[in-house]
């Protein structure tokens, strides 16, 4: 069975600083695909980061990044130099390669940014 | 181009009582997916399709019926609702392929009494 796990269910930070998101993962499929959204308090989902399993490199998007350890099942997100408008919900999610391609999503953690 | 909609946006219900979401999308996407939204549990997958008349369980299927007779529309159906399904339902849609990120929909609030 697959499961996300995102332990840090709030977090702050002062503005233009960095800070890492967790995320570990379990999973049995061979290829899978780990995802960041954010969820402002409007509601939308926003897509952020997407990272492969077999990719090589660690993604990045502008301020994005995603800290992918293979071996730790771990896919942490990292926002350099926040902004005031980063505060928002954040969800890991991953989809495998079997059981039909569904897209499964931990629990969120919420981020502060500290003016 | 609208990308992902559903219907209705707020809905009250009375335990016991049927409704339908409705969720469409201008995509063209295979894929699309119904979660629930709670408080500190994320998006929770209830059913998802991966084509036309194609439906699938997902984490937490029970309680819901869904149908896919055409490839923009996703129906979610509640048959009986119950105050436990008090939430927010988000639909979602992709293109295929693993990396493709998903759609989402604005969400729907639903209220059971």
């Known amino acids: 069975a697959q499961k996300i796990t995102q332990t840090q269910p709030g977090m702050f930070v002062q503005e233009k600083e960095a800070v890492t998101l967790d995320c570990t993962y379990d999973t049995s499929d061979p290829s899978y695909g780990l995802f960041w959204y954010k969820q402002p308090s409007s509601g939308e989902m926003i897509f952020l980061i997407y990272?492969?399993?077999?990719?090589?490199q660690n993604a990045t998007e502008g301020r994005y990044s995603l800290n992918f350890q293979k071996a730790r099942k771990s896919a942490n997100l990292v926002i350099s130099a926040s902004q005031l408008g980063d505060s928002a919900m954040y969800f890991c999610?991953?989809?495998?390669?079997?059981?039909?391609?569904?897209?499964?999503f931990g629990a969120g953690t919420r981020l502060f940014v500290k003016a | 181009n609208a990308g992902v909609t559903q219907t209705p946006k707020f809905r009250v219900l009375k335990t016991g009582q049927s409704m339908t979401l409705l969720c469409a999308q201008d995509?063209?996407?295979?894929?699309m997916y119904w979660y629930r939204q709670d408080p500190g549990m994320g998006l929770r997958l209830i059913h998802y399709s991966v084509g036309e008349g194609t439906t699938a369980k997902g984490e937490v299927p029970d309680g819901y019926n869904v149908s896919r007779l055409k490839k923009q529309n996703f129906l979610l159906g509640l048959e009986s609702a119950a105050p436990s399904q008090t939430s927010v339902y988000f639909c979602?849609?992709?293109?295929?392929?693993?990396?493709?990120?998903?759609?989402f929909g604005p969400g729907t609030r639903l209220t059971v009494l």
């Open positions: 990272q492969g399993s077999y990719d090589q």
């Open positions: 979602a849609s992709r293109t295929g392929g693993q990396s493709n990120e998903q759609f």
């Open positions: 999610a991953m989809r495998g390669s079997t059981g039909g391609f569904k897209t499964i």
């Open positions: 995509m063209n996407h295979e894929y």
